[in-house]
């Protein structure tokens, strides 16, 4: 979009202003990620840039924060729990939210909207009702305070981001591929792995990685049904933050934010192989 | 018939092997006991656990939950899973749990190792430190702290009316999220003698008063909720004044040099202890008698300024380990600090709580 | 199989065919009436996708629906007078709600609290009834205490209100009356600010205590005001992003997505360490001079930091829908527009905006219903003034215990959501939601 030859004068300084505005919004949205980055290496136990940070003065820099954090005992138990509980209820999301989104694409698939509403719920009602329910029902079946307990919640909140994305992929999947497969003696089960597997590939990882985040960012459910061994990463941030900020906690967000970067890349060049594969990349 | 016979003796035969297992293994689980976190679960460390575990092997894992230490166990209860061996708690806390069923009542003479001259436990304790479920083990004080550097030199607060002067004691306050304590300080500032502030927060009158009271500051007060809050808010100098726990102050006074000041002048002092969990007894009788005798009491008072519970502990509260600073002037029972205190009134609190929680919050929220 | 034409399809039920007498039904290949044969097919399909789905929709139901349901059971559930107070409060039915029950009913009562001091689980049904009327904690459980040891009295009624007069009050009668039945409407009262008089009439709380309809209401306020600040940054973004050739934006899409894929504490953590007094806004300010030292901007914890932070961690969800709806206008409109006459604010205010309402719609009332039932950051940052309602059903569920009003103030909240979705709905399609 460039200023086109006609503008007025008013036009161009509008032209210009308007990319400055938006400049602004974008520093609102990324800016926040990346001011914590050199605050976590203040050798002060500050929450701010202190002087000598500041004029670059080395001394004014430390690994100190990252070092608490990789010796502290309740932090590593953390994160191996958020991985733990993560791993599992991911893989289940994912299998479970593919084979719905299979049936789900599939356009004899009767009150479809009505089934969809469902099962994207758990993402729309809010995270406190879900974990207050949940505290209720699972106490009541004694799965509650358990890991078990933890990853089949984290699984249902987990489902609706692998059922968009995978049906959103399978939307654009030319459903005559599976009989030209059939009519070349594929058996279903080859025709699954061969065919449809490879195509919706791109979709199911990017629904496993959004999956995967929601339970590795989450806090609510966990407050309310985890006992103190299932303490996930979030918790102990969560606790943290209330308490006071020690720059141990600025080390963490570092960390994760590197880890949402990855994240967000690796998604990003799913979706771009996706849509070469399916031949609608426009270019 | 006889593989059946075969077959359920193997049964039996593994079954009675996995108990085997699971009772050596639980020989060597850690023991998880909930506190307060920072520098009051750190005085536990140094006083109990360490050396617990040097004796017996047993790990100690400390979970930092009192402050929801009621919910989490009737929350475990609920889910018949519980987690928690040992919990230390407020005595109100423990009342209603204990009225609930979901700690063990507690046979104090029998659990807990009598003083070193020979006087039986249930004669040890100061009074109120033993209930049916519940054994204390020390005396703190809810007090208001301010920091020293946001006053000149010659005009710094020293009375509890002086949080509500903001004429001339101005900047930011901090207190504790409920009403619990701040509407005792309210009367107490507005001139109500000690003895008839429990009396006059029964009546509408009475509340009025406190909350008006409390109107004057609300502008400028921050509420916190954790008991780490408001030394952290003091030293920022997010805040002038805070009210705290004083074993949190002191621990900031000593430990990182704060110039933060106590206002001794109507402090709050109650009762803090320990409570068994249901179907715990167990697990946690050794602990329990271990870290209630006079020797580990009395070494917690070396850590962190709250006053030992038990009587024949009193006489052997030296000095702060790390520092080697003497306690005795930092504890809430200190002749001086004791003058104008004001002992909580927890069957007052356990009536009114809920009462007045949603009057508070109408209030704050207006 | 094969299929004919659907334009050759004769239905003989469908009254199409004339008068002309029976035709013979049209035979699929394997000789069966084609009509059944498809409804045959039509059904396997069917129930093939039925069949795929339905291990989620299982799932959902156990870990999803049934948690739901409990926390409705739990908002309306009063058992404790029932089950721990048996005897009290079936002997209390016979009573007219007019001055005392008769010492039958006070003779139940003692033996419930005996028996209940034995089973211990007097505690539940205390904290139950001191919601209902304060000082009942220790009425009970002092005088189960009293009476543990004591055999037959002459009268239960006497000894009782000896011991505490809180029995001789009808009040507390009415009480027990009303909790015995079951269930009660009590907690969703209290979560709408009011409660049963003495008379046991439904009144509004005194205005000391009323507390959650005013939440509610700056609760729906602050989340209108959060989607309106997401709706004014995210329009022009989405706009520039619309209109950038794909190479850029996919780029600049990458800053949209990257705070969604960011965790949420960090996120909060951000704004804390950029807002708080000493943090590095006011540090800015103060060193170029705008604020003084001693008098820095209280930019967080209060309604100020929830609105900041909110609006961050929201705006892409208004962005990507804004984003792919306006991608799918041609900017063709807007030249036609401008080659007609009209100048660049005309042609954009009659001709494109209106084009974008359907995005701005599904943005709005999305960031609308994730801001309401938010809990994390507003408790994080939001200090006083800037709490939401959900802070209350934490605070119930963690701290007060009282488990029932909580349930009854989510149920409110619930039914709230559930109505924007269902609007959301309508205008957007749940199937036609996108991420990223």
Request: hydrophobic fraction near 45%; glycine fraction near 6%; aromatic fraction near 10%.
């Amino acid at each position: 979009m460039a200023v086109p030859a006609y503008a007025t004068p008013a036009e161009r300084v509008w032209y210009y202003a308007f990319r400055i505005i938006c400049g602004l919004i974008f520093c609102f949205l990324v800016g926040p990620l990346f001011i914590i980055i050199p605050l976590s290496f203040n050798a002060e136990p500050y929450f701010s840039f202190t002087q000598k940070m500041l004029t670059l003065d080395p001394e004014g820099f430390s690994l100190r924060w990252y070092q608490d954090f990789f010796t502290s005992a309740a932090w590593l138990h953390s994160i191996k729990n958020s991985i733990i509980i993560a791993v599992a209820s991911t893989i289940l999301a994912t299998v479970l939210g593919t084979i719905a989104a299979l049936g789900l694409s599939s356009r004899f698939m009767p009150y479809r909207s009505v089934v969809m509403a469902i099962l994207i719920s758990p993402m729309i009602v809010p995270v406190i009702i879900s974990g207050a329910g949940m505290f209720f029902f699972f106490s009541s079946i004694g799965i509650a305070q358990t890991y078990l307990g933890v990853i089949l919640a984290h699984t249902a909140l987990g489902i609706p981001f692998v059922v968009i994305t995978v049906t959103a992929t399978l939307t654009g999947f030319d459903q005559s591929l599976i009989r030209a497969a059939a009519s070349m003696g594929a058996n279903p089960t080859t025709t699954f792995f061969k065919v449809i597997l490879p195509l919706v590939l791109p979709g199911v990882i990017s629904g496993a990685l959004f999956a995967f985040a929601t339970s590795f960012d989450e806090v609510v459910v966990v407050l309310f049904i985890s006992g103190p061994a299932q303490s996930t990463m979030p918790i102990q941030m969560w606790s943290g933050i209330r308490e006071s900020i020690s720059p141990t906690i600025l080390a963490v967000a570092t960390i994760l934010v590197l880890l949402s970067i990855a994240m967000l890349t690796t998604v990003e060049l799913l979706r771009r192989r996706s849509e070469k594969i399916r031949g609608i990349s426009p270019g | 018939m006889k593989k059946s016979f075969r077959k359920s003796a193997l049964t039996a035969a593994v079954m009675l092997g996995t108990l085997g297992v699971v009772s050596a293994a639980q020989a060597q689980q850690p023991l998880n006991v909930v506190s307060w976190g920072g520098a009051y679960t750190m005085s536990q460390e140094e006083a109990y656990s360490k050396p617990w575990t040097e004796k017996t092997g047993q790990r100690i894992v400390n979970i930092d939950r009192s402050a929801t230490g009621l919910a989490g166990l009737r929350a475990q209860v609920e889910a018949g899973n519980v987690t928690w061996d040992l919990v230390d708690m407020l005595p109100a806390d423990a009342k209603i749990a204990c009225a609930e069923g979901l700690i063990e009542i507690l046979d104090h003479d029998e659990l807990l190792s009598p003083a070193p001259d020979g006087t039986p436990a249930s004669q040890d304790f100061v009074p109120g430190a033993l209930d049916e479920c519940f054994v204390a083990t020390i005396v703190y004080s809810n007090i208001v702290a301010f920091n020293t550097e946001m006053f000149p030199a010659d005009k710094q607060p020293s009375k509890i009316a002086d949080i509500f002067d903001l004429e001339n004691y101005p900047g930011m306050r901090s207190l504790q999220r409920r009403p619990i304590n701040n509407l005792e300080w309210a009367l107490l500032a507005d001139g109500v003698p000690h003895d008839e502030v429990y009396e006059m927060l029964t009546t509408e009158a009475g509340l009025e008063r406190a909350f008006a009271k409390l109107d004057t500051i609300k502008d400028n007060t921050i509420w916190w909720s954790e008991g780490a809050q408001p030394p952290q808010l003091l030293a920022d100098k997010e805040v002038a004044f805070a009210s705290a726990y004083n074993g949190r102050i002191f621990d900031a006074q000593v430990n990182e040099n704060q110039p933060f000041e106590i206002i001794w002048d109507g402090q709050v002092f109650e009762l803090d202890g320990w409570v068994v969990p249901r179907g715990k007894m167990d697990v946690a009788k050794d602990f329990l008698r271990f870290s209630t005798d006079t020797e580990r009491n009395a070494a917690q008072a070396s850590y962190i300024s709250y006053g030992p519970a038990r009587m024949s502990a009193a006489g052997l509260v030296g000095q702060h380990i790390p520092t080697g600073i003497e306690m005795t002037p930092h504890m809430p029972t200190y002749e001086p600090n004791f003058a104008t205190a004001l002992p909580k009134d927890d069957e007052f609190w356990a009536d009114y709580q809920d009462e007045l929680n949603e009057r508070f919050d109408a209030w704050l929220a207006n | 199989m094969s299929v004919s034409m659907p334009g050759s399809q004769t239905n003989p039920e469908s009254g199409v065919v004339g008068s002309g007498g029976a035709t013979a039904p049209l035979l699929a290949a394997d000789g069966r009436p084609l009509k059944v044969s498809l409804r045959r097919a039509m059904f396997k399909n069917k129930a093939r996708a039925l069949l795929l789905v339905s291990p989620l929709l299982i799932f959902l139901f156990v870990a999803f629906v049934m948690p739901i349901f409990s926390m409705l059971t739990r908002s309306v559930e009063s058992n404790e007078v029932i089950t721990l107070l048996p005897n009290t409060a079936m002997a209390v039915q016979a009573w007219d709600g007019e001055g005392l029950p008769d010492e039958l009913t006070f003779a139940a009562l003692a033996g419930d609290l005996k028996q209940g001091q034995i089973d211990r689980n007097l505690g539940r049904v205390a904290s139950r009834l001191n919601y209902e009327y304060s000082g009942m904690r220790s009425t009970i459980t002092g005088t189960a205490r009293r009476i543990t040891n004591l055999e037959n009295p002459e009268s239960w009624k006497e000894t009782l209100i000896d011991i505490n007069s809180n029995w001789a009050d009808t009040g507390v009668w009415r009480v027990i009356k009303r909790e015995s039945s079951g269930y009660t409407l009590s907690y969703y009262l209290a979560a709408m600010d009011m409660r049963y008089d003495e008379e046991g009439k439904i009144v509004r709380q005194p205005e000391t205590r009323r507390v959650y309809v005013d939440l509610m209401i700056k609760t729906l306020w602050m989340s209108i005001l959060i989607t309106f600040m997401c709706f004014i940054l995210g329009y022009p973004v989405a706009f520039l992003l619309a209109s950038l050739p794909l190479s850029t934006s996919n780029l600049l899409m990458m800053m949209v997505l990257l705070p969604f894929w960011t965790s949420l504490l960090v996120r909060t953590t951000s704004w804390i360490a950029i807002l708080q007094s000493q943090g590095v806004l006011n540090n800015i300010l103060v060193a170029i001079g705008v604020v003084d030292d001693n008098n820095r901007l209280q930019l967080i914890y209060n309604q100020i930091g929830t609105i900041v932070a909110m609006t961050h961690i929201l705006l892409p969800f208004m962005i990507l829908p804004l984003y792919s709806v306006m991608k799918s206008i041609s900017p063709s409109y807007m030249r036609a527009a401008r080659s007609m006459g009209a100048t660049g604010y005309t042609a954009f205010r009659r001709v494109y905006f209106p084009q974008t309402l359907p995005g701005i719609g599904a943005g709005a009332i999305l960031v609308f219903i994730l801001a309401i039932g938010y809990y994390i950051t507003p408790a994080l940052v939001g200090g006083e003034s800037g709490r939401f309602i959900t802070n209350f059903i934490a605070y119930h569920m963690q701290v007060s215990l009282n488990w029932g009003l909580a349930a009854a103030i989510a149920s409110i909240l619930l039914g709230a959501v559930i109505m924007l979705y269902l609007l959301y709905n309508r205008i957007v399609g749940s199937d036609n939601l996108k991420l990223g």
